[in-house]
């Protein structure tokens, strides 16, 4: 038999088609980069500016080191470079700089699953797969995707801290750390996307060893400020900080990144090589026993699908909770060292340690409020694999279908904070001694759930109106966060529309039960004309 020779245009090889993936990769993102790119640097700039406005004098600015250097501060800000003289610029690295790592790291992470693990599960990709197209071609795309992302919203940022009135090489190493951090968690989700067949599982893997990387690095500077604990040197966070920009600036920390990058994405090539398309190399268990009666419906199919999300997003919010409250005495001592800083807070060290953890019980509840929020995205994914159609073809009602998704996240929502309230306020009873109850915390963190309500509420009215949109609620989500953090010094009314500005925060604050019963009734609205709105539209399908 004589052999025929396939034409070029149909011979395909590990690469073949990269570059047209790559172009509907970028043309796909491009609304999704632009509004991520803008919506930091806007973020930037504001920040900026509000430290100027309220920092702007030497002493201002001691005082605000001062506070910093504290170990509860410390966790949630980073090594604490250049507080002996604390400019703008250190301010700007130590206080902001990493809650602009840890949106892009999600953005980044996020991007590629879509790309890879997503785009297979939903037979997407097998399409893709049938033309000449060769296997390593969508990983290519799906990290290009992320990396050109990452370098628009590190280049803005760039842009930002310059016209903010930064200098150069400073805001160069801060924007370089923020780009390397995205590149890593590109890398880490690439890896991810070919361990497990199933695109939630991919992401919150990656949010797990996210997560795992804030850990390291908060404990590592508390026990060692300024990057001299070797639990710092495990965290892609901590590399980044370890530039100490403004103060020493130095960009060889970068480097261990761009190398983790580089290893992961080789690691990532290999894998893909070594199974099968729609499979992951972590086989999935089979022949699982029938479930019983009482878990069988359309909540318990919901809740089991989302358990891998639900148990990453939950420990790494209930960890975190449990670090706060280890801190808690160390807090106290802390000011109590320093009379000035006592006489901030309404009781001296125990009323100041009542309010420090009121503000990291709001922030663990914008963290649960992003999962709540973004747990609606695995409706979303359903609709767009056209899963959903074929579940609502059965005899299952829209409202059914949704509010289980909807239903689900609220539960687990309520069971993170109720644990992370239970494991705070066990952690920081210890660490002061019975200065504050654990019921205090506990009570706290229960009071925020009509404001996690609200964003839940929001997403299903976003995925029932402007399904088509519904990527943009990391905006909001976004936007909390930043208010959160740094609420006080922002313009007024930038926070009215977050709903922990409402928030009693207990146990710093009176019980106000008002703006609770409102919160829920905006919630339940919300949530009600959501429903009421994917009911009348048409399903992808």
């Given at each position: 038999?004589?052999?025929?020779?396939?034409?070029?245009?149909?011979?395909?090889?590990?690469?073949?088609?990269?570059?047209?993936?790559?172009?509907?990769?970028?043309?796909?993102?491009?609304?999704?980069?632009?509004?991520?790119?803008?919506?930091?640097?806007?973020?930037?700039?504001?920040?900026?500016?509000?430290?100027?406005?309220?920092?702007?004098?030497?002493?201002?600015?001691?005082?605000?080191?001062?506070?910093?250097?504290?170990?509860?501060?410390?966790?949630?800000?980073?090594?604490g470079y250049g507080l002996d003289d604390y400019t703008i610029g250190a301010m700007t690295a130590n206080e902001i700089g990493l809650w602009i790592m840890i949106p892009v790291a999600i953005m980044s992470l996020l991007t590629v699953t879509r790309h890879l693990r997503a785009a297979e599960e939903d037979g997407r990709l097998e399409l893709v797969r049938s033309?000449?197209?060769?296997?390593?071609?969508?990983?290519?795309?799906?990290?290009?995707?992320?990396?050109?992302?990452?370098?628009?919203?590190?280049?803005?940022?760039?842009?930002?801290?310059?016209?903010?009135?930064?200098?150069?090489?400073?805001?160069?190493?801060?924007?370089?750390?923020?780009?390397?951090?995205?590149?890593?968690?590109?890398?880490?989700?690439?890896?991810?996307?070919?361990?497990?067949?199933?695109?939630?599982?991919?992401?919150?893997?990656?949010?797990?060893?996210?997560?795992?990387?804030?850990?390291?690095?908060?404990?590592?500077?508390?026990?060692?400020?300024?990057?001299?604990?070797?639990?710092?040197?495990?965290?892609?966070?901590?590399?980044?900080?370890?530039?100490?920009?403004?103060?020493?600036?130095?960009?060889?920390?970068?480097?261990?990144?761009?190398?983790?990058?580089?290893?992961?994405?080789?690691?990532?090539?290999?894998?893909?090589?070594?199974?099968?398309?729609?499979?992951?190399?972590?086989?999935?268990?089979?022949?699982?026993?029938?479930?019983?009666?009482?878990?069988?419906?359309?909540?318990?199919?919901?809740?089991?699908?989302?358990?891998?999300?639900?148990?990453?997003?939950?420990?790494?919010?209930?960890?975190?909770?449990?670090?706060?409250?280890?801190?808690?005495?160390?807090?106290?001592?802390?000011?109590?060292?320093?009379?000035?800083?006592?006489?901030?807070?309404?009781?001296?060290?125990?009323?100041?340690?009542?309010?420090?953890?009121?503000?990291?019980?709001?922030?663990?509840?914008?963290?649960?409020?992003?999962?709540?929020?973004?747990?609606?995205?695995?409706?979303?994914?359903?609709?767009?694999?056209?899963?959903?159609?074929?579940?609502?073809?059965?005899?299952?009602?829209?409202?059914?279908?949704?509010?289980?998704?909807?239903?689900?996240?609220?539960?687990?929502?309520?069971?993170?904070?109720?644990?992370?309230?239970?494991?705070?306020?066990?952690?920081?009873?210890?660490?002061?001694?019975?200065?504050?109850?654990?019921?205090?915390?506990?009570?706290?963190?229960?009071?925020?759930?009509?404001?996690?309500?609200?964003?839940?509420?929001?997403?299903?009215?976003?995925?029932?109106?402007?399904?088509?949109?519904?990527?943009?609620?990391?905006?909001?989500?976004?936007?909390?966060?930043?208010?959160?953090?740094?609420?006080?010094?922002?313009?007024?009314?930038?926070?009215?529309?977050?709903?922990?500005?409402?928030?009693?925060?207990?146990?710093?604050?009176?019980?106000?039960?008002?703006?609770?019963?409102?919160?829920?009734?905006?919630?339940?609205?919300?949530?009600?004309?959501?429903?009421?709105?994917?009911?009348?539209?048409?399903?992808?399908?």
């Amino acid at each position: 038999m004589t052999a025929v020779a396939l034409p070029a245009t149909f011979r395909s090889g590990p690469a073949s088609g990269t570059g047209g993936l790559v172009r509907v990769a970028l043309r796909l993102d491009r609304f999704r980069t632009i509004v991520w790119a803008l919506s930091v640097s806007v973020i930037v700039l504001g920040a900026l500016s509000a430290l100027n406005t309220a920092y702007a004098t030497p002493e201002a600015r001691q005082a605000r080191a001062t506070l910093i250097s504290s170990p509860a501060a410390t966790a949630l800000a980073g090594p604490g470079y250049g507080l002996d003289d604390y400019t703008i610029g250190a301010m700007t690295a130590n206080e902001i700089g990493l809650w602009i790592m840890i949106p892009v790291a999600i953005m980044s992470l996020l991007t590629v699953t879509r790309h890879l693990r997503a785009a297979e599960e939903d037979g997407r990709l097998e399409l893709v797969r049938s033309a000449p197209v060769g296997r390593d071609a969508p990983v290519v795309a799906g990290l290009v995707a992320a990396f050109v992302a990452t370098l628009a919203v590190g280049l803005l940022t760039f842009l930002a801290l310059v016209a903010g009135g930064l200098e150069a090489t400073g805001s160069a190493a801060l924007a370089g750390g923020v780009v390397m951090v995205g590149f890593v968690f590109a890398g880490v989700s690439t890896v991810a996307s070919q361990l497990t067949a199933h695109g939630r599982t991919a992401s919150a893997l990656s949010m797990a060893v996210l997560g795992v990387a804030f850990l390291l690095r908060a404990i590592g500077d508390v026990n060692g400020p300024q990057s001299t604990s070797v639990l710092t040197w495990l965290s892609p966070f901590g590399w980044a900080q370890a530039t100490a920009a403004f103060v020493a600036t130095r960009f060889w920390p970068l480097a261990i990144g761009f190398v983790m990058t580089a290893g992961l994405v080789v690691l990532a090539f290999w894998l893909v090589g070594r199974r099968d398309v729609g499979t992951g190399l972590v086989a999935e268990r089979l022949g699982r026993p029938a479930a019983p009666r009482s878990l069988t419906g359309m909540v318990a199919l919901t809740a089991r699908s989302q358990l891998g999300p639900i148990l990453s997003w939950g420990f790494a919010i209930v960890a975190m909770g449990a670090v706060v409250g280890l801190l808690a005495g160390a807090l106290v001592d802390f000011l109590a060292s320093d009379p000035t800083l006592s006489q901030a807070f309404p009781d001296g060290p125990n009323g100041a340690a009542a309010g420090a953890l009121a503000v990291y019980t709001v922030f663990l509840a914008v963290t649960t409020g992003a999962y709540a929020a973004t747990a609606l995205g695995a409706a979303r994914a359903e609709e767009v694999a056209t899963r959903g159609a074929a579940v609502l073809a059965l005899p299952v009602s829209r409202w059914r279908w949704l509010g289980a998704q909807a239903g689900v996240a609220g539960v687990a929502s309520v069971v993170i904070m109720l644990v992370t309230g239970l494991a705070m306020g066990a952690t920081a009873a210890g660490s002061l001694d019975g200065a504050v109850s654990v019921g205090q915390v506990v009570g706290g963190a229960l009071v925020t759930l009509p404001a996690i309500g609200c964003m839940l509420g929001l997403a299903v009215l976003v995925l029932g109106l402007a399904p088509r949109v519904f990527g943009l609620i990391w905006a909001y989500v976004v936007y909390v966060f930043v208010v959160g953090l740094f609420g006080p010094l922002l313009p007024d009314g930038s926070d009215a529309l977050s709903p922990f500005t409402y928030t009693p925060q207990l146990p710093a604050e009176a019980m106000d039960w008002t703006p609770v019963v409102v919160l829920t009734v905006v919630a339940a609205v919300l949530m009600v004309a959501g429903l009421a709105a994917f009911r009348r539209r048409d399903v992808t399908g």
